[in-house]
């Protein structure tokens, strides 16, 4: 099902692609409420969507997830499972993956970005709004969705459900403030299919021609999330933290991920650095505790976790080992 949009709230297609639009009853937590009742009175979800910047490209996706703890998500890139022990990570383009243990916080790391966020409901999680807004109903292709408008806790951040009549959310567009600009992103499902996941969907089976990562080669793109942890990690081995803050919607932050972290010439500052990773929308406290109101920003601190030098945004790969390279 391709994102057909009325207006504003409809992404930007013209009226004349809507067959039909009139007022929705009901208000929008009942909505919301009834799309998490929906996931998380399932037994099991199979499902295949899109998820894009707003007039970017497109990332495949296709997932599974089953009661109480089992997941699979499967990109163009990348395939995660986690069979209720363990959760492997396997890199489609380096032909690479390795294993950690399973547990509940690894599960809701792995929703907690925005790509996959919106089937956390199935393993529990409430979706949390502030204020929201019933926006209409749409016939488009024989299909009706009701748009709902839902501001999200802290005010940055917009979400655009349309569901369909069975109370799913079909469709989504997230907005988010960055600063003074506003990045959009789409999520457009293919199906949805609930009770439809089979045991043989979370069981991982290494390619041919796939390799497992040693623990020295982790070691050296190991990332923290938790800033106490890599503390005492810096301390352990006398080095210092680099630690990036961003946001799973930020596109500079997505770029410098794919063009700076990814590469050897980065893991290689393991040896002097210990890597951090600060989702803002997770750590909001240790985000307002360094004063960061701009994503991505990078900071070098101290074993202790006394910033030594900081930059915002992302300039491209040479600017960030300019900053990063010098630090003594």
């Not at 709004?129 to 917009?158: D, F, N, W, Y």
């Not at 567009?173 to 499902?189: I, P």
């Not at 006398?238 to 500079?252: K, S």
């Not at 590469?263 to 909001?284: E, G, H, M, N």
Request: aromatic share 12%.
């Amino acid at each position: 099902m391709e994102v057909k949009p009325v207006k504003k709230w409809l992404l930007g297609v013209p009226a004349a692609a809507i067959v039909a639009f009139a007022v929705a009853q009901g208000s929008g937590t009942q909505y919301i409420q009834s799309f998490v009742k929906a996931l998380s009175s399932a037994d099991s979800i199979v499902a295949e969507y899109t998820y894009q910047p707003l007039n970017g490209a497109r990332t495949n996706y296709s997932v599974a997830f089953a009661k109480p703890n089992k997941l699979r998500i499967d990109s163009d890139f990348q395939l995660i499972v986690a069979d209720g022990t363990k959760v492997t990570y396997y890199d489609k383009k380096a032909k690479t993956y390795y294993s950690d243990e399973q547990s509940n916080a690894s599960i809701a790391q792995l929703l907690s970005d925005d790509k996959f966020g919106i089937w956390a409901p199935f393993f529990g999680k409430n979706i949390e709004t502030g204020a929201t807004k019933v926006l209409g109903v749409r016939k488009s292709r024989g299909v009706t969705l009701t748009g709902v408008e839902a501001q999200m806790p802290g005010g940055a951040k917009t979400v655009t459900f349309y569901f369909s009549e069975d109370g799913l959310a079909r469709q989504a567009e997230f907005a988010f403030k960055n600063g003074a600009n506003v990045e959009r992103y789409l999520f457009d499902s293919k199906s949805i299919q609930i009770g439809a996941a089979t045991e043989a969907l979370f069981a991982f089976r290494a390619p041919q021609d796939a390799r497992e990562l040693s623990a020295e080669e982790r070691m050296s793109d190991k990332w923290f999330t938790n800033l106490e942890e890599a503390k005492k990690a810096a301390k352990a081995s006398n080095r210092l933290i680099f630690t990036d803050f961003f946001a799973t919607w930020c596109g500079p932050c997505k770029a410098l991920e794919a063009e700076v972290f990814t590469t050897d010439r980065f893991k290689a500052l393991s040896k002097k650095f210990v890597f951090l990773k600060i989702d803002v929308d997770l750590q909001p406290d240790v985000m307002k505790a360094y004063g960061v109101t701009a994503m991505p920003t990078q900071m070098i601190l101290n074993a202790d976790g006394g910033v030594l030098k900081k930059t915002v945004g992302y300039g491209g790969p040479e600017a960030f080992y300019s900053f990063i390279e010098g630090v003594e």
